[in-house]
Nanobody, 125 residues
Framework: QVQLVESGGGSVQAGGFLRLSCAASEYTPMRFCMAWFRQAPGKEREGVANIASDGSTKHADSVKGRFTISQANDKRTLYLQMNSLKPEDSAMYYC???????????????????WGRGTQVTVSS
């Protein structure tokens, strides 16, 4: 029942910016733990950022200060603002959701039940 659809990916030059969106279905509770992940060819999936229903966030060291996770007031849309993009940011970006996980437990969460199909981000040097 829960569906997540990413959008906003594309190709940009190094130093550029993109804003990714993840639209959740009407079945997605507003209290879900939400996160962004990314995976480049030949590499393991990497957690990018998490956001709990109380608005608290956590960002991976590799993107801290450049990326910002946020959500709409109704929590049906998840965002990832990506600034100062680097070639190493190139990857397929996925949003994920997990019910019944809150606060600090959400920020530490790495395993999620629901996943989108991804949106491609390519950063050229």
């Amino acid at each position: 029942q829960v569906q997540l659809v990413e959008s906003g990916g594309g190709s940009v030059q190094a130093g550029g910016f993109l804003r990714l969106s993840c639209a959740a279905s009407e079945y997605t509770p507003m209290r879900f733990c939400m996160a962004w992940f990314r995976q480049a060819p030949g590499k393991e999936r990497e957690g990018v950022a998490n956001i709990a229903s109380d608005g608290s966030t956590k960002h991976a060291d590799s993107v801290k200060g450049r990326f910002t996770i946020s959500q709409a007031n109704d929590k049906r849309t998840l965002y990832l603002q990506m600034n100062s993009l680097k070639p190493e940011d190139s990857a397929m970006y996925y949003c994920a959701a997990e019910p019944w996980v809150y606060g600090s437990s959400c920020l530490r969460r790495t395993s999620f039940t629901y996943w989108g199909r991804g949106t491609q981000v390519t950063v050229s040097s």
